[in-house]
């Protein structure tokens, strides 16, 4: 099957729990805060179901895969998950923005919205402004 794609930013928000050796919860005072910004690459089987996307009219979430995420730890940048034999990765919530025809169009979106929660005073309750 010859695929379509749209791409869109998605910004996931979650903590990263953190447990005991016997693996007990250590309790919210123990957590990361976690922010990832990704671009999701959606699959459509036709340019009727990428346009049906576009203008909102869709009534499925098309599939897709993250790619080249950027994420933030306790509001530091670090593309790097902590000990998974000591923290477990909570579900969250995923906000995500506009779809774009071109890969190079979402990745810039992406990229101004790091850039824009690194200038934030307070990472844990900044949203982006698009």
Do not use: C
């Not at 895969?65 to 933030?72: A, P, S, V």
């Not at 101004?112 to 698009?130: A, F, G």
């Amino acid at each position: 099957m010859d695929y379509k794609f749209l791409y869109r930013p998605v910004i996931h928000d979650f903590t990263f729990m953190k447990y005991d050796e016997e693996g007990n919860y250590e309790g919210h005072e123990n957590d990361l805060i976690a922010k990832r910004f990704a671009v999701e690459k959606l699959y459509f089987d036709s340019e009727m179901a990428v346009e049906t996307f576009l203008n909102e009219e869709n009534e499925f979430e098309p599939d897709g895969e993250m790619q080249d995420e950027i994420q933030f730890i306790n509001g530091e940048q670090n593309n790097e998950d902590p000990d998974y034999d000591s923290y477990e990765q909570g579900d969250g919530d995923w906000n995500t923005l506009g779809a774009f025809r071109t890969y190079e169009e979402a990745e810039n979106l992406r990229n101004e919205l790091v850039e824009e929660y690194k200038k934030s005073k307070n990472k844990e309750t900044w949203y982006p402004s698009r």
